[in-house]
């Protein structure tokens, strides 16, 4: 493996090698839960765009309480990444 210095290509030593493939094993083994919280941001952002219809003046409509659940339970019994690229967001019903 080389590595480039200030424009030159030099080779990299056996410690630098090894600490590369260390980063590289890391990065790939973290990948789920890299992919789990960019879903969980998505989940939680649509979450948010109801937390108003919580508020003490209203009343959340059993279908609101119900999408709300859906997306909470999205996570459940998620273990790949595959799984998590296979989900399907519930559509929110009408407020």
Avoid: C
């Amino acid at each position: 493996m080389k590595k480039l210095i200030d424009g030159v290509l030099t080779n990299m030593t056996a410690e630098e090698i090894s600490a590369r493939q260390s980063e590289e094993t890391d990065w790939n083994n973290n990948n789920f839960n890299r992919e789990l919280n960019k879903f969980r941001e998505k989940r939680n952002k649509l979450l948010s765009e109801t937390d108003y219809l919580g508020a003490s003046d209203n009343t959340m409509s059993s279908e609101i309480i119900t999408y709300r659940q859906a997306l909470r339970d999205l996570t459940n019994g998620l273990t790949t990444v595959e799984q998590i690229e296979a989900v399907i967001f519930p559509e929110k019903p009408s407020e």
